[in-house]
């Protein structure tokens, strides 16, 4: 039974790497890849931390032979892919912490990485510590979004927990709620508003009034959506 689980796992695998590579151009530029996000968040919840890594590191190292794409391959997938698949197993199987995951690990931790690696590495000039981190978070939230919809489909039908007993991965049942939802509303809120904070200062020179409160703006609106998603779905009482 072990074996089949680890062939399983392994077919499962090679499948995510070239659905990955195929896939990865929709959308794409540099510093922004949705389609590679959706993978990570996919195979972290389905096959778990250390095998969503070897995926992503897989995917960047073709793109990078056989595309041409710069070190972001991988210093924008490695990071978030392991620390999704971590923080799904770590809070018992919520896809709104394996989201989460990806986007501090990709829009946040890899997007800082990227700057040494891009500057002493590939050699390109006039970057900063935090010149990706608004495309790496714009990608994240985009690719992430969609993972987390298409997963929660499959939780809804009751087919994401069979597909994790086909692979042999660990099985959480019961592990979303409307709560964890619209905190991960909330929280894109935040990463929202650390993205304008650091494109506004990144890229506009003498910011107006209006771009300066930017920031607010689209905190307030992620609170609101987070809000208002509660109130209508909240389980009522009997």
Known sequence: MQKNENLTKLIFLSMMVAIGVIISPILRVEGMCPMAHFINVTCAVMLGPWYAFICALAIGIIRMIFMGIPPLALTGAVFGAFLSGLL????????????????????????????????????RTGLTWFFYVPSFIAGTLIGGSIA??????????????????????????????????????????????????VAVHQFVAAPSPFVENLKYIVLAAFLAGAAVYWMVNRPKQA
């Not at 979303?176 to 909330?186: E, K, L, Q, T």
């Open 88 to 123: 799904y197993r770590l809070s018992k199987g919520k896809l709104v912490c394996a989201f989460i995951g990806e986007v501090i690990g990709t829009g946040i931790i890899g997007a800082i990485v990227s700057y040494p690696v891009m500057t002493f590495i590939w050699g």
């Open 148 to 197: 987390f919809i298409f997963l929660k489909h499959l939780q809804k039908a009751k087919l994401l927990s069979k597909f994790q007993a086909a692979l042999g991965s660990d099985i959480y049942e019961g592990g979303d709620v409307v709560a964890n939802d619209a905190f991960g509303i909330a929280f894109l809120g935040f990463i929202g508003y650390l993205a304008t904070v």
